[in-house]
């Protein structure tokens, strides 16, 4: 029972990153209908803004808020300079132009002398810790990342549920014709849909650095969160949520027990499966109306 307590923790640990990260994918996709490949990227840069808030002295909380707004407003820019011309293009150039994004993003870091080409660690107060949980020892590590995300969690369904922006961008991710008639400006919201998936993604990036440490490779990473906004249903924020927990699960627990190898192939045979099920996700059809 402490082998599977522990396991158990580390893949909802695991499992919030995706949900973060895949959470990203899933606003952009219901505010614009684009899927930003570049997400993981985003995710990237907000580890190495948090490295290098913490490198000048900040506090990692601080550092943590600070990296999010930083990506927030890259995110924000990206929109405004790359996206939005490309507003009622087809699909294909637009996905081609967030791939493109991503590589930019990432060339640029690994451009910076001393910094993109190497690996590095970012320091935290709880690095190394463990806690004591029902008799087994659990990373302190785990439980920020875990504590962090249900704060952020709550946090976005405030926003979602009371905020008028959070109202105004949900009727545009439902309606976008009915939004535009009663007035909300559409690019508006296609901005604040992207700095708050950035901000997000860039809040997983810190998270997980120091798991994984920081290094321009951190986007491959992030790209595992596909499949879990996959497996939730691609138009569901309660999905990107449960599907990044599914997968944090599924991985953590293969990875022990199955043979070598099964554990990166893990996340594709659930998305098969959960496909195999339900073709719309676990959290599609009449639940990704409301979410």
Avoid at 215 to 234: D, Q, R, T
């Amino acid at each position: 029972m402490s082998q599977i307590l522990s396991l158990a923790i580390a893949g909802v640990a695991a499992g919030c990153v995706y949900a973060l990260v895949a959470l990203g994918f899933v606003l952009i996709h219901k505010a614009t209908g684009v899927v930003n490949f570049a997400q993981g990227e985003l995710m990237m840069l907000g580890g190495f803004a948090g490295l290098a808030l913490a490198a000048v002295g900040w506090p990692w909380p601080l550092a943590l808020a600070g990296a999010a707004l930083a990506v927030a407003l890259c995110g924000l820019l990206a929109e405004r300079a790359v996206l939005r011309p490309l507003i009622d293009q087809p699909h294909i150039p637009v996905v081609m132009t967030t791939l493109g994004l991503g590589f930019m993003l990432k060339g640029g870091v690994t451009m910076l002398p001393g910094w993109g080409t190497e690996t590095h660690a970012l320091p935290t107060p709880f690095a190394g810790r463990a806690v004591e949980l029902a008799g087994t020892p659990v990373a302190a590590d785990h439980l920020v990342v875990i504590g962090v995300t249900a704060l952020l969690g709550l946090a976005l369904f405030i926003f979602f549920r009371h905020a008028t922006l959070g109202k105004a961008l949900r009727a545009t991710a439902q309606n976008p014709l009915g939004a535009r008639l009663v007035g909300i400006p559409l690019a508006r919201m296609h901005g604040l849909a992207w700095a708050l998936a950035a901000g997000v993604a860039a809040v997983a990036g810190v998270l997980l650095a120091p798991v994984t440490f920081v290094h321009a490779h951190m986007g491959l990473i992030g790209l595992k969160a596909l499949p879990a906004a996959v497996i939730g249903g691609f138009g569901s924020v309660p999905g990107a949520v449960a599907g990044g927990l599914l997968l944090g699960l599924v991985e953590s627990f293969a990875g022990f027990y199955a043979p070598d190898g099964i554990k990166d192939v893990a996340a594709h045979v659930l998305v098969l499966a959960v496909l195999l099920w339900r073709p719309a996700g676990l959290f599609g059809g009449r639940a990704q109306e409301n979410a």
